[in-house]
């Protein structure tokens, strides 16, 4: 029987290609990448599903904050809880990751981010095919797997950010289908991806809650409320993973990493004020959220802000012609980046060393993914109309040439925090990792600042000591024979006396360990020789 290929075998054969091509250029950045992470939050995701992965329960129980007598000794973004180093964030994705990891062999951890950004990309696909049509699919397909911030966190393994985008478009898709077919199925599948990206990245619940509220009243013609129990029972079944860990973890399901206290309370002022700081968490600044969006939506990716506003004059122009679908579409999108603007927009913080610097890496570009990547769907529709005149399909062109040339250079070659300026600095953490585990014993505690990333879990960490019950702390793990050594910034001598003297009323002493890293050295704590101990236990 001979076999032609014909045009779909053609199509099917290019998005073959083209996966795989996105598949390898999400997943290179971490081939041969030291096990070393830029920020906590990476850091603490991939310790917490190796664990997984490897057959073991999730804490780790860690005696010494029993003998320091506070809950000091763990790295940034993970709390003590019970004697045990619990993640201080969503617990969705180290599950999910540690439970493929099982299947798959830890080795596999690094590139499940790389291969789910296939799936969002699929289902963006069939939501623009299925909304506007193929052109517009494609282009939006192929814009969004340009898009900077798309890449750059689906190329940086454990952020949970990127995973919540893939399953929010497989959830947007069930919604289509679910209007245009009303079966019952629909309905579950529905409940169920949504309550795994809830698990992924809970923050995100109460937009969640207002569009799907809005999903409801806008479709409620079309939607057969009686089989709503199906999105309920699909969201529990998403979310039970959840609810069952933070029972064992925390003895109560609504349990949180980011307030390890009940959710829910007898108090009902305490669990009103919670609520409020979860809706609202850093107030209402809409000055600050004026500078924050002209940074990163304006600034920072000007190539994807003058298309997306291109678009929106156009939708303007043209909205009684849209479709209702699409139109639906428009405005859980205005919901959406409204929400994410004006949350985190009044969030001041500073990820890098430089409070002015506008960054890739800093963390307003992970938050406002689900606007990047939705506001991309209206580009594609008004590049797809443009292109089917003469001029507008170079245009089109013109503006997918600009994407890959300046997201590549963003992305990969930004000299702060581009990939390869990521991966420069992994390989020189790993350096300082080695040689510092060779100066100090199995056993020992570093107070390491934003350096615990180099060390932990190969050595206990503490992030830093504030007061003077922190001091003492540290002299009675000296007095129980555990080291503790300091990684900071290199002190002059006449800075070290001062220090010193500081610490002197808690029985402690700071000397060089005779190894320095760039601006960092290594000091090791020692306990006076004439220090009655019994005053400090």
Known sequence: MEFRLNSKHLYALGWLVAGILVLALYASFSVNLPARY???????NAFFATRLAQNRWLPLYEPLNQLAGRSLIHPRSTIVYNQQIMPASFLGWPLLAGSIGRLAGSGALPYITPLLALLGLGFLYLITKELLNQRAAIITTLLTALQPAFWYYHSRSFFHNAVFVDLLLVAVWLGLKIIKTNKCGWYLLLGLVSGLALSVRTAEI???IVVGLWWLIYWRRQVSFKNLWLISLGLIIGLAPIFISNYFLYGFPLSFGYRPELLWSQDMNRTASLFSELILPFGFHPRLI????????????????????????YL???????????????ISTVIISLWLAIVYGSWQFNDNPDPAAVTIGTSYVRYFMPLYILWLIPVGYFLAQLSKLKWGRYLTWFVVGIYLVLSTSLVWFDYQEGLGAVRGNLERFATASRAVQ??????????SGKTDKFFWPERAVIYELKDAADYLAVTKLLSSAIPVYAFRATLQPDSLANFNNKISPFGLTLVPASYTWEDFSLYKYELKVNLYLGLYK
């Open 316 to 330: 303007a122009v043209t909205w009684r012609s849209l479709s209702r679908e699409f139109k639906g579409l428009i």
């Open 38 to 44: 830029n920020s906590p939050d990476e850091a603490a």
């Open 290 to 313: 004026f500078n924050t969006t002209v940074n990163y939506l304006g600034l920072l990716m000007w190539w994807w802000f003058w298309p997306v506003l291109a678009a929106a004059i």
């Open 206 to 208: 109460f937009w969640f």
């Open 438 to 447: 060779t100066l100090t014993p199995s056993g020992s505690v570093i107070v």
